[in-house]
């Protein structure tokens, strides 16, 4: 208990004294969305019980996949720190689970919990009561579930063939977030399914709704967490890391030592499988429903997602640029540029000639689309990195923690969304004349992806050279230079106002655009009225169409928008 007491204390002193300026601000709109969601929450203990439970089903699954998502989760206190004390694995765990409950989210998970002791009063004053140690267990439930899913994505890391695992199982399980709603097309889902209720996110309101039996399996799952995460502990503290970082003084030593770095960084192994699986499982999805309309698309959703999982690749290598800076004549860009295509293009155009093919079209849009992703992703990736770069750990410095590759995160989420908006927005006129205009999309498609390949790397080049040693001192010391004409690309950088727009914007832009657009339009042409949660296909005859097209324009304004703010100049 002593121990539990003196970590919790250590969080609290710490995030005294680290919540102020950006960090304050972020912090301060995290809890306000939180305690909207909180709220919403706790309103639906007045709907009724199932709507409930899948409201605590999805809050278990974001503490989950959250932190996989956003660089490791909380590391204010991390094990490596108590590691000399030679603590028991099992006092250590204990004491960092009484550090995890101090903090913006576990008081927002609480908030959204009472939402229990709201279903409880409705039945008696015994259920309202009982609610409060289900409420307590819960939240136990989610830190812990938490903590032991960073735990196990980590360990995966540690080996070629675990990073790839993980990087397909996270990205199948974003894609299918993503495409939720062709799952409840496909499978008739109305409501809530009854699979809530066997998540132990439902049975603390099982034991409120006077089943108190339910409590018992709840607390030993809290216990086998709290077990499985000590022993995940005790395996962090002698786990190996990997290592990059090697000379480079011509375009092709550049170019191989970074495909050996694309073939024994786990970190970038794990991206790579990750853009993969999205591209496939998100595109492949609405196969359920009959509809193969999406499937062409896989490679280009490939593209897109391997560039923002590598936005910031010269912050990802560290302080290894030194060499670059004192080798005269290197060119690293072009190199890495090299390096990008030949890991990801031979990729992408299998699995776009391939979906195409089994779609059966439509091939000029396609073939107009991968060249023009991969030609703005290969000229974006050093471009955005050297520009808005975010300081990270060296390689081989990194914590038992391999998801924690900088202490920005919300930089890191921040490149990843504008480096989505920017690859999207170069392969737009490709896109468009390929819809219009058939074949001469392709040409088009060429000529922009190559332009873009050579007019940005040069861009990014020039910066390299000019810049390099600002660059260099950003990575060694963690602080960005803050020059007069520097583009702020980053999230914490950004106002209230402006990061909310640029969030809501990069978020869920996607909504509108494609389902509710795209989507919704082309069954409307192909004569599929009233479908699934499609607007368009109930509107009247005369308005089907710009329904759908009021919704595209809805969802490029949001994205514009996003784009705007962050790259608004100080």
Request: proline share 5%.
């Amino acid at each position: 208990m002593a121990v539990a007491m003196t970590m919790a204390q250590m969080k609290i002193a710490m995030l005294r004294h680290s919540l102020r300026g950006q960090r304050a601000q972020t912090a301060g709109t995290g809890a306000v969305l939180g305690a909207v969601l909180a709220a919403g929450t706790v309103y639906l203990g007045f709907l009724g019980p199932d709507l409930l439970a899948a409201g605590y089903a999805v809050w278990l699954l974001g503490w989950m996949l959250g932190p996989v998502f956003m660089g490791g989760g909380d590391e204010t206190l991390r094990p490596e720190y108590f590691a000399p004390l030679g603590l028991p694995a099992r006092r250590l765990a204990v004491g960092l689970l009484a550090a995890a409950f101090v903090g913006v989210a576990p008081v927002v998970s609480l908030a959204a919990l009472l939402g229990m002791v709201v279903a409880g009063a409705r039945i008696g004053v015994v259920n309202a009561l009982v609610a409060l140690p289900a409420a307590a267990l819960t939240l136990a439930l989610f830190v812990l579930a938490s903590k032991v899913a960073v735990g196990l994505v980590g360990l995966a890391l540690r080996t070629r063939a675990g990073a790839i695992g993980a990087g397909l199982v996270n990205g199948a399980i974003l894609a299918s977030l993503g495409q939720v709603w062709v799952f409840m097309a496909a499978f008739g889902q109305t409501g809530p399914p009854a699979a809530v209720w066997w998540l132990p996110s439902g049975w603390g309101l099982l034991a409120v709704r006077g089943q108190w039996w339910a409590l018992a399996p709840l607390a030993l799952v809290v216990l086998l967490l709290l077990v499985a995460w000590a022993a995940l502990l005790s395996r962090r503290a002698g786990a190996s890391r990997p290592r990059t970082g090697q000379r480079a003084s011509t375009v092709d030593s550049v170019m191989g030592k970074e495909l050996r770095t694309w073939s024994r960084d786990l970190v970038r192994n794990h991206g790579l499988a990750f853009a993969l699986s999205y591209g496939v499982c998100f595109a492949g999805s609405p196969l359920l429903i009959g509809w193969a309309g999406m499937l062409p698309y896989a490679g280009p959703i490939f593209v897109a997602m391997a560039a923002a999982m590598t936005a910031n690749q010269y912050g990802n290598d560290g302080t290894a640029l030194w060499l670059t800076i004192l080798t005269p004549g290197a060119s690293d860009v072009r190199g890495r540029q090299s390096a990008w295509l030949a890991a990801i293009g031979p990729v992408a155009a299998a699995l776009t000639v391939g979906c195409t093919a089994i779609a059966g079209g439509p091939w000029p849009l396609v073939l107009a689309l991968l060249p023009a992703l991969l030609g703005a992703a290969a000229g974006l990736v050093p471009l955005v990195s050297v520009y808005a770069l975010v300081p990270a750990t060296d390689p081989h410095r990194r914590a038992g923690n391999p998801l924690r590759i900088s202490e920005d995160d919300g930089g890191l989420t921040g490149l990843a969304y504008l480096m989505l908006a920017l690859v999207v927005a170069a392969a737009l006129p490709a896109a468009l004349v390929a819809v219009w205009f058939g074949w001469a999309g392709v040409a088009v498609g060429l000529a922009t992806g190559g332009l873009s390949w050579w007019g940005l790397g040069l861009l990014a080049e020039r910066r390299l050279r000019s810049h390099g040693p600002e660059l260099l001192q950003a990575m060694r010391t963690g602080r960005k230079p803050k020059g007069a004409g520097a583009v702020r690309f980053r999230l914490d950088g950004l106002s209230r106002g402006r990061r909310s727009i640029a969030v809501w914007g990069l978020s869920f832009g996607a909504v509108p655009l494609v389902p509710q657009g795209i989507v919704a339009g082309i069954f409307v042409a192909n004569g599929h009225l009233r479908h699934s949660w499609f607007l368009a296909t109930y509107a009247p005859a005369g308005w089907r169409y710009p329904v759908a097209a009021a919704f595209v324009l809805l969802g490029l304004a949001m994205y514009g928008s996003a784009l705007w703010v962050v790259s608004a100049k100080k």
